[in-house]
């Protein structure tokens, strides 16, 4: 005798109620999203929305996860581009819209607050950091390597220098800085750092 599975079978995409989430926190921050904001999203109940994907704190952990793993093939794919500059102005204009309409990075405009009481959300935002700090430093490296920068400037401060310009522009895009205000900012932020790298230049900091 065939035994029918208990329960409801899904129908939904979880990736797609679990990007429905992110937004929602993204709009609103942690504090002010509610469980029923998450239902009223998703489409589901909270009974069905507990046993999938737990509490609003378990929920918030796993959309930030999936942002930062976004994110963090976004900057491999700017980054890939040959030339120095083309590889970060690809990188400025993809933060730039991903932070458009006020949205601004959904770490760094969420994660902080919840981090304070959550070692899980810190050591996600710890390691996400320290991701974005090796990519940019190995992307600089390469550059120096291949005649593209100049040696005179490690690349770790470059690389500090690009992640202080991008999280600058998360930071005032959720201020309501205009798309266009943000590109304009992150380009003149750009040019320094490229006077600062540019082969031949030897002033730079150590």
């Not at 819209?97 to 601004?104: H, K, N, S, T």
């Not at 959720?174 to 790298?197: C, D, K, Y």
Request: hydrophobic share 45%.
């Amino acid at each position: 005798m065939d035994v029918k599975p208990r329960g409801r079978p899904r129908r939904y995409d979880p990736e797609v109620v679990l990007r429905q989430g992110l937004e929602t926190f993204w709009r609103k921050g942690y504090a002010a999203t509610s469980v029923d904001d998450l239902c009223f999203a998703t489409g589901l109940n909270k009974p069905s929305l507990y046993a999938a994907w737990g509490d609003k704190q378990q929920w918030y952990r796993q959309a930030l996860q999936v942002y930062v793993k976004q994110v963090g093939e976004g900057m491999a794919l700017a980054l890939s581009q040959t030339r120095l500059h083309d590889a970060l102005e690809s990188l400025l204009r993809q933060a730039v819209a991903l932070y458009r309409d006020g949205r601004g990075c959904f770490m760094l405009t969420t994660a902080p607050a919840v981090a304070w009481d959550d070692d899980m959300v810190r050591h996600s935002m710890a390691a996400a950091m320290a991701a974005q700090d090796r990519v940019l430093c190995a992307r600089f490296e390469h550059a120096i390597a291949q005649g593209d920068a100049s040696p005179a400037v490690s690349a770790q401060s470059l690389a500090v220098m690009v992640s202080a310009l991008l999280h600058s522009l998360a930071l005032r895009a959720r201020a309501g800085e205009a798309e266009a205000e943000l590109l304009q900012r992150g380009l003149s932020g750009l040019s320094a750092i490229m006077a600062a790298a540019r082969p031949g230049d030897a002033s730079g900091v150590q």
